[in-house]
């Protein structure tokens, strides 16, 4: 089986009504009809990299590429874990997590999306919510991350709810123009007391510590 080479991909994350899962390809699938189904208002850019100003084909092509040449690229000192959220069965976004050199600086970032028609329902605070006792519960993590173009309400909103400090500001090229960033961190401590009342259970963890960086790779 792939997951006795490549554990990683047997990990779940899952809450009440929430399963985020590294995508199988049947998942990639979907998640770039997802993708194609429309993200955000085509008038606005929520994102710094613009990654939805593409034609159909070749966004749906480069959701794929981009999930794979993750896995390809992957090494304990830098990683990047794209995990698809499963809503009543169905591939309704994704909630990554990464880091660099994780074993010493104890810090992840993170980023998400979600079709539009998902969202509005709370999903995308569940999600944040779940990846955030993944990093902290499961790998143990000091901090976490967040970075946002200003104007980004729904991500900022999520943000504040699960106790993200502000962490200064940043400015981006997105479309042409200059648009100002904004940082937000998590300490330990602010998740613990933010952190939404909601159960969150990990599966396939344990295999899964040394392609992190906590503790050494098998052979």
């Known amino acids: 089986m792939i997951t006795d080479h490549f554990p990683v991909l047997g990990l779940r994350v899952r809450t009440p009504r929430l399963e985020l899962r590294p995508p199988t390809l049947d998942d990639l699938s979907d998640l770039a009809d997802v993708a194609l189904s429309g993200v955000h208002d085509p008038a606005e850019m929520p994102f710094i990299h613009p990654w939805t100003d593409q034609p159909p084909a070749r966004l749906a092509l480069s959701v794929v590429q981009h999930t794979l040449g993750l896995y390809a690229r992957w090494t304990p000192e830098n990683w990047e874990l794209p995990l698809v959220v499963v809503h009543e069965g169905e591939v309704v976004g994704v909630q990554d997590i990464l880091a660099k050199d994780f074993a010493i600086t104890r810090r992840v970032s993170s980023g998400s999306w979600l079709g539009i028609k998902h969202q509005g329902k709370g999903i995308g605070t569940e999600m944040r919510a779940a990846m955030l006792h993944l990093a902290f519960d499961g790998l143990g993590a000091r901090a976490a991350a967040s970075e946002i173009i200003e104007g980004n309400f729904r991500s900022e909103r999520v943000s504040r709810r699960?106790?993200?400090?502000?962490?200064?500001?940043?400015?981006?090229?997105?479309?042409?123009?200059a648009v100002n960033g904004l940082r937000f961190l998590l300490p330990r401590e602010d998740w613990e007391a933010h952190r939404l009342d909601v159960p969150v259970t990990l599966s396939g963890l344990e295999p899964c510590l040394p392609f992190f960086g906590l503790g050494e790779l098998p052979g």
């Open 162 to 177: 699960l106790g993200y400090r502000d962490d200064g500001t940043g400015m981006a090229a997105v479309r042409g123009k």
